[in-house]
């Protein structure tokens, strides 16, 4: 059976998708000594001094990079952006006061703003967490409903796999997600299943991709 997917699916390296798995949020966090208390704080302070506010990054490209990007061109402000091996050197960066602020996966921040070492400002999450019900999401600063700042994981195949051996992967994959265990193990790396079949997740990565190529465009 010849695939159906639509154009807008096939844009990930010739692979189609077959279903979402699970969404980590990510979350805007600064130094508890950090003298910026609120998201708002961090804007005008990005307003009032251009370029002067630091940020780090897991390297150029990154989504740590290109979200805070995004957001800065949302509020029409400047940042300065600096580069790290990964997103643990990144953290450490912050909690040291080397830079300003960093947008981080929530998992790898947690235990740092449970310790009380950052503070966070801002989550990516599509709704406030039950366990940090003070911190507003992304959405609200930015007034913009419905928009999220996350990493997520999902099943891709190749380009021109049968219609139905995707439908079938596709459902397979929602059955697991089911299981009471398979949810908890995900849940417990700070992820959250959020199933998606082949055609709704083919739209997510469409939209992202002219997402990110707008971002990169404002950038040049």
Known sequence: MKSTLTPSARIICGLSPVARIAVVPLVVVTSAKSPYKTFDE???????????????????GTVSHLEVELVNHHFKVQAQDHAYPSDTDALAATVAGEVDFVLASYPLAERQ???????????GSSARLATRPEVPTLAEVMRRPGYEASAWFGMLAPRGLPVDVITRLEEEVELELEVPEVREKIERVGARPAFLRSAPFGGQLGYEYRKWALVTKAMQ
Not at 45 to 56: D, T
């Open 42 to 60: 961090l804007v005008a302070a990005m307003r009032q001094n251009p370029a002067k506010v630091r940020y780090a990054t897991s390297g150029k």
């Open 113 to 123: 703003i449970n310790s009380g070492a950052l503070r966070a400002l801002a989550l």
